[in-house]
């Protein structure tokens, strides 16, 4: 006989896993059951796939201010249930690190002048802006060997943060013991139907009912939200991010400026939370017709997700005659032409950072990179920024592109909350908010929808 769930979640990532770890530590949910096809933290929450910061939005030049208060309220929730891991899995899980904006030449020094300016700084007492001669303190490979005329700016904080968001899913999961939770591993959904009251999963390997399902499964969540006719008005791109190593010669984060309204963050170069004697340089950006790195078989899928129509493709159009993006689409194509590629890359971008760095200094990151399942509004023609939320009736949908991940508890906290009003159970509030909330102004910003 099958087995009816309380709350069912689809994806054992870092969002699907701190889930868990809500539904079980603050709410009377009785049983709960997650099904995951591959490893739990494996796919793009892995610390292969992704550029591991937390962004908290004090460096992240394309971030409105409501945005900046929402991803730093939200990732901050990381930073104190990292207060409760010890030892070496503390250690390798989360890690202070120094970070920096960098603004190369004119246009870019202009840039950060302006938007760091003594109002951001009252918001974020800790960033310092610096010229030259301090950047050549803090990160003294991005100062030497650069053209003495070529200007430099940085925005910088000695406070940043290196996750391992694969670790920390398992984290989560290690942290949800109770009875009635039920984990299950290389099990993937194929198929969910409604019925009277809840849903009936399907998987490869057996069928389950949950009278609250979550679907954190990446692009495929906005499949399955289509396959119940929820999501019109929503189109994906599937934008993967590649990334190069050398030897190590930053000592923390340096990321470039991003202009605009571009989604995700500028090349960045960063230090590896799991491989010390490296530095990395990425994401690239490459739209790719697929939902999973190197996952062919999900083509299919994907179009399915996007959806092929008038306002899709009138969206696309949109989208693809801002400025910035067409930059970055234009000048990743020519990044993505074997060895050449590499030569341009070099030039364009790491060397911005890293002026010394020769072509054999740089080598392909093969078994890293991810894809960003970046959401499209159809009705604003519009790429969204972030994680995006789509609830249905006992059902919710989350598609995470950057800074997804240092979301993560958000959405968790989001999702805990809709399934425990939806089924009539308790969310308890007040445990959560010795563990996790100084104020209600707090909450109420780790409770509204992403988007
Ligand atoms: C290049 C790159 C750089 C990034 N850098 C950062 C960064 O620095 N900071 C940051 O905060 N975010 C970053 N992100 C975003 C971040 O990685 C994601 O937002 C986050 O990992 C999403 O977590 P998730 O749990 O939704 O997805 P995932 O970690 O992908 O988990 C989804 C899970 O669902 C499973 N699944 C899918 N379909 C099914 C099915 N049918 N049945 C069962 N299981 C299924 C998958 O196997 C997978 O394990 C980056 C992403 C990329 C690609």
Redesign the pocket.
Known sequence: METTYDVIV?????????LLYTLSNFTDVKSVLL????????????SD???????IGDIETNYSTEKIIETGTA?RLILKYGKTLKGEEKERTIQPVQKMVLGVGDEEVELIEKRYDRRFIELFPHIKTMGRAEIGKVEPMVVKGRAADEKIIAAYSKDGHM?D??RL?NSFIANSSKDGIKVSIG????SIKKRDYGYVVK?NKSEHCGRFVV????G??LY?AKSLGYGKDLSLLS?????YYSRKVIRGKVYRVQKGSVP??AVHA?VDINRKNITRY??TVNVVPY??KSDYESAYKYLKAMGLDKETASSLINITEDKDIQRILESNLVYSVPELGKYFFLKEEVNKIVPTLKYGDLEFFSQ??????QIIDKRKRKLVLG?VDLGGEGIEF???????????LK?GLRYALSATKYLDLDFNKGRYYKMFCDNEREYRILTKPSY
């Open positions: 689809v994806g054992g990532g870092v969002i699907g896993s701190a099904l995951e096809k591959g490893w739990i933290g494996a796919g793009s929450s892995s796939s992704n550029s591991q910061t937390l962004h990732a996750v968001f694969g899913a099990e993937e959904v194929v998987t679907f954190a499964a990446g495929y969540s399955f934008v993967g991010g590649n990334f995700f963050a960063d990425g994401p939902l999973e890293g990179g991810g894809i960003r399942p994680v989350c598609m995470a592109p950057s800074p997804g991940a240092s979301a993560c959405e």
